[in-house]
Nanobody, 124 residues
């Protein structure tokens, strides 16, 4: 099992940037396929970005492609989500998640470990 703690959320204006962090304990981040998800009020939790275990391949939802970048730092045992050119529609609680498989999955049910979430609010 791995424990995940997100941080870095906040209130920003449209066009600004934020970097979210997901600190892991218990296991190293490179031994998990990890993802970022988000959930806006009244909506289902949706996939944002993922990074595969070992190789570190990445995959993004179309809505964030070109604006968000997922990465990880093994030395800090932390995963990041760099978010640029933020839009009001990016407003949501952002969650990091981990699964033991090698492939990036976009369904929440495929992930076994979740953080508590961090709020991102983008004003227009």
């Amino acid at each position: 099992q791995v424990q995940l703690v997100e941080s870095g959320g906040g209130l920003v204006q449209a066009g600004d940037s934020l970097r979210l962090s997901c600190a892991a304990s218990g296991r190293t981040v490179s031994t998990y396929t990890m993802g970022w998800f988000r959930q806006a009020p009244g909506k289902e939790r949706e996939f944002v970005a993922g990074i595969s275990r070992s190789v570190g391949s990445t995959y993004y939802a179309d809505s964030v492609k070109g604006r968000f970048t997922i990465s990880r730092d093994g030395a800090k045992n932390t995963m990041y989500l760099q978010m640029n050119s933020l839009k009001p529609e990016d407003t949501a609680v952002y969650y990091c998640a981990a699964r033991g498989g090698y492939n990036i999955q976009t369904m929440t049910a495929q992930y076994d470990n979740w953080g508590q979430g961090t709020q991102v609010t983008v004003s227009s």
